[in-house]
């Protein structure tokens, strides 16, 4: 059973600061990882998609990285704003089957103006 | 271009009731995944759709639950004889291609009386 731990679980930043959030999978055969923002009471924003064979993807201020050897995934985000504030989810895509993303419990982001 | 669309958005029944949520995915995509999200809890996957056919529905509970996705018309997640332990977020995906990045819909909320 694929597993996926993000930590920490909330965090509380002031403005401008650059973060970042982790993400660690136990599936070694890992196909692509994707982050997510979730607002509350909202659907889910895909931010970005990296696949197994790329080591990073970049888009505006975030960049996600993906280490298969280690099984981790950071997503930085640079020049924090108070709309960066969310929930951030990382989920995994198996290539060994499964057909759903595996997804972990989430990052409960605070930037403090 | 409308993303994904579900509807209801807010679903209330009372026990023994039952519920149908429906997914109209991203025009041109012909893949539907489901997923439900407890309170406190991550998401998880649900059952995988693609045109008339269930594909994977290793997620789904045996009983109660069944899924669809007709040639013609959105997806329909449908549980009968609702119970307390339903109550949830179920949020639908829609992709192009599988394996390829799953864009989310707002959630339909779910309130089981």
């Known amino acids: 059973k694929q597993e996926v731990t993000q930590i920490p679980a909330a965090l509380s930043v002031p403005e401008g600061e650059n973060l970042v959030l982790n993400c660690s999978f136990t599936?070694?055969?890992?196909?692509?990882l994707q982050w997510f923002r979730q607002d509350p009471g909202k659907g889910l924003t895909s931010l970005l998609l990296?696949?197994?064979?790329?080591r990073e993807q970049t888009s505006g201020r975030l960049n996600a990285s993906l280490d298969k050897s280690s099984g981790r995934s950071t997503l930085y985000i640079a020049a924090s704003q108070p709309g960066d504030s969310a929930t951030y989810l990382c989920a995994e895509l198996s290539g060994g089957g499964a057909d759903g993303l595996t997804f972990g419990k989430g990052t409960h982001l605070i930037i403090q103006p | 271009n409308a993303g994904v669309m579900q509807n209801p958005r807010h679903l209330v029944r009372r026990r023994g009731q039952e519920a149908r949520l429906r997914c109209s995915p991203v025009?041109?995509?012909?893949?539907v995944y489901w997923y439900r999200q407890l309170p406190e809890e991550g998401l998880k996957f649900m059952v995988y759709l693609q045109k008339e056919n269930i594909i994977d529905e290793s997620g789904m509970p045996k009983e109660r639950f069944s899924a669809e996705f007709p040639k013609e018309g959105p997806s329909i997640l449908r549980i009968q004889q609702v119970v307390r332990g339903d109550s949830a977020a179920y949020f639908c995906a829609s992709s192009p291609r599988h394996q390829e990045t799953q864009y989310f819909g707002p959630g339909t909320r779910l309130l089981v009386l």
């Open positions: 990296i696949q197994s064979s790329q």
């Open positions: 025009k041109g995509h012909s893949h």
């Open positions: 599936d070694s055969a890992i196909y692509n």
